[in-house]
């Protein structure tokens, strides 16, 4: 059992920035087969993939979010993070963390609201 622990979100205005984190219970990364990353669901909207890292540091980003948002982790491999930059009113969404490890784990959820 791998629990995410994620930071909280926030409210900005269109063009800011913030900086999401999620901590995982077990080193995801020690495993091969290892991935940690974001998802997001707006309102009335299906979940969706905003970015995915694996072990050898591979990154996958939305096509909407390329160019904008990083995502990375630490040197221990508890913990991945994600910058957005130049935030947009349609990147508001509850956040979650994604880990796989055989199984799927997700976090809480944390709400990004970006204003207009």
């Known amino acids: 059992q791998v629990q995410l622990v994620e930071s909280r979100g926030g409210f900005v205005q269109a063009g800011g920035s913030l900086r999401l984190s999620c901590t995982a219970s077990r080193s995801i990364f020690l495993f091969v087969t290892g991935v940690m990353g974001w998802y997001r669901q707006a309102p009335g909207k299906q979940r969706e993939l905003v970015a995915t890292?694996?072990?050898?540091?591979?990154?996958n980003y939305a096509d909407s979010v390329k160019g904008r948002f990083t995502i990375s982790t630490d040197n221990n491999k508890n913990t991945v993070y994600l910058q957005m930059n130049s935030l947009r009113p349609e990147d508001t969404a509850v956040y979650y963390c994604y880990a796989s490890v055989v199984d799927d784990y997700w976090g809480q959820g944390t709400q990004v609201s970006v204003s207009s």
């Open positions: 890292i694996t072990r050898t540091g591979a990154a």
